[in-house]
């Protein structure tokens, strides 16, 4: 997580100096990706080993193909990484209670972002590109997609998603109109 919060540091840092939120941070997660994936770091083909580790354990687990290192399995596996992180488990996956407590948290976590894209204030905008708000959104969805790369376990995914699920959370709820809806005159 350390590594994702300098990437979104000097996100903001760029967006800060340049005052362009769109071009600071593509262009740092461009210069990320390239070098995630340069032949001389084998960053790529370090988190592949790990996960090829963890989906040797034995356990629950969701479907995850294995990365070899190459780009084009990273661009293989995301449908899957974002899906096990972002949807699952879906309720009827679900085989027990901690499972069906699990999938009722997704089911929440969408309902408050789909709430907070129906009551969004007029200025949404200005406030999505505010640059704390931003960072928080991409430093809680870069975690939550390498968290879907790396782990198969339902569990672990559930714990290890804890805090980026906060900042996606408390990035969307900024967005919204909800505090002027209370009308403090009837009190």
């Excluded at 899906?83 to 085989?95: D, H, I, S, V, Y």
């Excluded at 975690?143 to 998603?161: E, Q, S």
């Excluded at 408390?170 to 009308?183: D, G, I, K, Y």
Aim: include cysteine.
């Amino acid at each position: 997580m350390a590594v994702f919060t300098g990437l979104v540091t000097i996100g903001y840092y760029a967006q800060i100096r340049w005052g362009k939120p769109i071009l600071a941070y593509g262009t740092v997660y461009l210069i990320a990706i390239l070098l995630f994936f340069l032949p001389a770091g084998n960053i790529s083909g370090k988190i592949a080993v790990k996960q090829n580790e963890f989906s040797k354990l034995k356990g629950t687990k969701f479907r995850l193909d294995n990365l070899d290192g190459s780009p084009a399995s990273y661009m293989k596996v995301l449908p899957q990484a974002a899906g096990n992180t972002f949807l699952r488990p879906l309720p009827w996956e679900a085989k027990g209670f901690l499972y069906l407590m699990a999938s009722a948290e997704v089911i929440v976590f969408w309902v408050i972002i789909i709430a907070s894209v129906l009551n969004r204030h007029t200025y949404w905008k200005i406030r999505l590109f505010h640059p704390v708000v931003l960072m928080l959104l991409m430093l809680g969805i870069t975690t939550y997609i390498f968290i879907g790369y790396i782990v198969p376990f339902p569990g672990a995914i559930v714990r290890y998603k804890a805090i980026p699920e906060i900042l996606i959370l408390c990035s969307m709820a900024t967005l919204t109109r909800w505090h002027e809806q209370t009308n403090y005159n009837k009190i």
